[in-house]
């Protein structure tokens, strides 16, 4: 079983988002996973 995943291929160069960013939006996501994913979930065209 593998549990985890290279990240140095094409993606790496380029990330969406910093490393701040991404802490932020884990924690929020942890503490509070209806909120977050109930924001983010809005902001698809269902």
Known sequence: MV???DAS???APK???DAA???S???AS???PAAFWGEHGR???W
Do not use: L, N
Request: no cysteine; net charge neutral.
């Open 3 to 5: 549990t985890s995943a």
């Open 9 to 11: 291929g094409a993606h």
């Open 15 to 17: 990330p969406h988002i």
């Open 21 to 23: 960013t991404y802490k």
């Open 25 to 27: 939006m884990y924690a």
């Open 30 to 32: 942890v503490s509070d």
């Open 43 to 45: 902001r698809i065209d």
